[in-house]
């Protein structure tokens, strides 16, 4: 994997106001020294350039496949755009995405887009509980396609389950191995750790990041 690339995508994340450090409560109640929210890529410059990131980190990976998926809300705009960028670098790749309600009239169901066929790649921004892409893969099944990977913005590598009862996995290793996908990143927690020991302006968060990660990380 391109580790140039990687690095410019936490900046990237960084100067967008994306990826931001101090203290926040996760969804497992964690107190994390940073924060990563996908929905603030929210205008077309910023939108354009990490549909970029996510085209090309694919291609790199050498993973073979057809289409792209998006699990709603999210995956939508990250599938569409990434297609786009795919085509702007002379892969056209069709997409498709689900609803959260079927729709009772027109052409109906959950499903819009190209229809589900071959090597299906799911496109989200990071992989919490795997909720997601368990109801995304078994979508994929059941149109008789094949999930063949999980593309996400973020990898955090950070153990599942409660204080005193840990996870030997990670939710994206979970992911993994539950379905026998790859689950490719953009970016990880190694990436974030090296991009604050090489920044000095963001050198009073290093000590943190590094607490967290020795607490909660995976290898």
Do not use: W
């Amino acid at each position: 994997m391109n580790s140039n690339l990687r690095q410019e995508f936490i900046a990237f994340s960084v100067e967008a106001g994306v990826l931001k450090f101090g203290e926040f409560t996760t969804k497992a109640g964690r107190l994390s020294p940073y924060f990563f929210n996908a929905g603030l890529f929210h205008d077309g410059a910023t939108l354009a350039k990490l549909a970029d990131f996510y085209a090309q980190t694919l291609l790199d990976s050498g993973v073979q496949f057809d289409m792209l998926f998006g699990p709603a809300y999210k995956g939508i705009t990250l599938a569409a755009a990434t297609a786009m960028a795919l085509a702007g670098k002379g892969r056209n790749t069709s997409f498709a995405y689900n609803r959260k309600e079927a729709k009772g009239h027109g052409e109906g169901g959950t499903l819009v887009g190209a229809k589900l066929a071959g090597k299906v790649v799911i496109v989200d921004d990071v992989i919490s509980a795997g909720t997601s892409v368990r109801e995304s893969v078994e979508m994929i099944r059941n149109a008789g396609a094949e999930p063949c990977a999980v593309l996400i913005a973020l990898d955090r590598m950070e153990r599942g389950g409660k204080e005193g009862q840990l996870s030997a996995l990670s939710a994206v290793q979970e992911v993994s191995e539950n379905y026998g996908i790859p689950v490719i990143s953009i970016g990880n927690l190694a990436d974030l750790f090296g991009y604050l020991s090489a920044d000095p302006a963001l050198a009073q968060y290093k000590d943190a990041v590094a607490e967290y990660r020795n607490r909660y990380g995976v290898a």
